[in-house]
């Protein structure tokens, strides 16, 4: 646990998810390991957390959610900018290949299936995307 509190120390992430339970759990998970955390439960509740000074360095992002879901979450984070040399991840309970290769296209930097990880493979994905992610932007 130790060597991902120094890869997360002060990186922020905001995690959008319309399942409360989820929500909750994936919140204690990755503040045990150092991240500073906000959640959303919309798409239009992620958008407003990130209107003003407040910017993440993760998107941890669910697609099926009410009203606006994840991938067009995904578009209006990339058409208002705040999406450039940030980490974005889809978390989903979508595993269909027509899925992922939409999500993707919308230039994501991982995919992970909720069935397929348990809370603490993501962290640790998470933290592996977010790392190679700021490593690219640090070259640019």
Do not use: C
């Not at 909750?24 to 390991?33: G, L, P, R, V």
């Not at 208002?80 to 994501?108: P, Y």
């Amino acid at each position: 646990i130790m060597e991902y509190m120094t890869l997360t120390a002060n990186k922020k992430i905001l995690i959008v998810d319309d399942d409360k339970f989820l929500l909750d759990m994936y919140s204690i998970k990755f503040s045990e390991h150092g991240f500073e955390l906000e959640s959303a439960g919309s798409g239009q509740e992620a958008l407003e957390k990130v209107s003003g000074d407040w910017r993440p360095d993760i998107y941890l992002v669910d697609i099926i959610m009410p009203v606006m879901d994840g991938f067009q979450l995904i578009e209006e984070l990339k058409r208002q900018g705040r999406r450039e040399g940030r980490a974005l991840v889809v978390l989903s309970n979508l595993g269909q290949k027509e899925d992922i290769e939409k999500a993707l296209a919308l230039g994501v930097d991982g995919y992970i299936v909720k069935a397929s990880a348990t809370p603490s493979e993501v962290v640790a994905k998470v933290t592996e995307i977010a790392q190679h992610v700021s490593q690219a932007a640090s070259k640019l």
